[in-house]
């Protein structure tokens, strides 16, 4: 079972409602004993850094996050602002993450591209990425809304990427811990397949 940590930020109710579609079995839920249960976790969220991990902090769920995903070795899912928080930290706050890969969430630099980057675009996937099909007959393109993007300190990390104005990352993979900028919840397709095959590691 795939459990949606609610903590109070995120497009909870469409993530939900894409895993429907996709036939996953999923719940929402904020309490730390049924992410303790869950096979599986997906750390939603939409909007300023210093928000989400205050929420998160006042939860009461990171240390049960911390023992499921680092210690125990639970796969997790981040979404958008959920993927920012699992890095050290953003050019947005002054808080730190999660800090559960060596990652940083930078502005995007000044530049004739609108910010927020809005809308759909392509994405070049790593050649051992679990999240994405290979082989595909067209290119996997998602959703984005975002004014800050992920880089890894390590390049093997990066399982996609992504170009607006900067070569950034779409998607981060290391062991257990998978983050997507974009939202597959509203990437039709090419969404659900992605959470598919999240929900069949």
Known sequence: MIVIVDYGVGNIGSIL???????????????????????KLILPGVGHFSHGMAKLAASGLIPVLNEQVVARAKPVLGICLGMQMMTRGSDESDMPGLAWIDAYTHRFP???????????NQVAPSSNAALFEHGASEAERYYFVHSYYVRTASAADTASRCVYGVDFAAAFEVGNIFGVQFHPEKSHHFGMGL???????
């Open 17 to 39: 409602n894409m895993l429907r579609k996709a036939r996953v079995k999923a719940v929402v839920s904020g309490a730390a004993a049924d992410l303790a249960a869950a096979d």
């Open 110 to 120: 000044a530049s004739p591209l609108r910010v927020p980057h809005m809308g759909w």
């Open 195 to 201: 959470l598919r095959r999240f929900a069949s590691l």
